[in-house]
């Protein structure tokens, strides 16, 4: 077991610096402009996103972790999660006293470096929107949900999830394997996302000016941190 210290604005999990910063707006694939200050914490301005069909498979991992924070308020005022297959928001209170008894779990959501290269040089408009935002432009490649102890180990039974819609105004759906005997597959659908912490990708390009820049060749972990 992992013990981690979070705050409104970050968590460390596996010695990674999440962004919890408008979390609640994000999800894998989410792509926009990292904006910075010398006196509060970064953060992604979410614009668009990346369509799932694009990468679609997306890894999973439970993670094992206890908060050693003393403070039920570093926690923020509340917390988005997923109860009993329905995605809820809790107080603050009510949270960490779920988490710290082992009902509520965190479950990572990921998209290796080189699918999430792929799936952004595969959408052309995407692409052409993250070369005009320039240096400042990112992409969300993970992110961190919270859910009940049922559902994560369902998460921990499968390790990969398949992620559809999302867009246009159609739900987001995560679809699991048929683990559950006589249940067939089984998945989440919610109408935005409910995500607890992200991580950032800075964007290599083919090219150091603007104007010359045709597609992604690499991606790297931008983790949270002051200016």
Not at 212 to 224: G, P, S
């Amino acid at each position: 077991m992992e013990y981690t210290k979070i705050s409104k604005k970050h968590i460390t999990l596996n010695n990674i610096d999440y962004y919890r910063t408008h979390a609640e707006e994000m999800f894998v694939g989410t792509i926009g402009t990292k904006r910075t200050s010398v006196v509060n914490a970064n953060y992604l301005e979410p614009k668009d996103r990346i369509p799932p069909g694009k990468y679609k498979i997306v890894e999973t991992a439970v993670l094992d972790v206890k908060f050693k924070n003393k403070s039920k308020t570093d926690l923020g005022l509340a917390v988005s999660a997923i109860v009993k297959g329905v995605p809820v928001s809790l107080k603050a209170n009510d949270a960490f006293n779920q988490f710290n008894k082992g009902k509520l779990k965190l479950v990572k959501l990921s998209v290796q470096h080189n699918k999430m290269k792929k799936a952004a040089n595969d959408s052309p408009m995407k692409l052409k929107s993250l070369i005009a935002w320039g240096n400042s432009a990112r992409l969300v490649h993970q992110i961190i949900l919270a859910v009940d102890g049922d559902l994560a180990r369902e998460f921990k039974r499968n390790t990969t999830v398949e992620v559809t819609g999302g867009l246009n105004g159609t739900p987001m759906k995560i679809s699991l394997g048929g683990s559950r005997a006589g249940n067939g597959n089984m998945s989440v659908e919610f109408t935005r996302p409910i995500t607890f912490a992200y991580l950032l990708a800075k964007i290599d390009w083919d090219a150091k000016m603007k104007k010359n820049r045709k597609k992604i060749v690499d991606l790297d972990n931008d983790q949270w941190s002051f200016g």
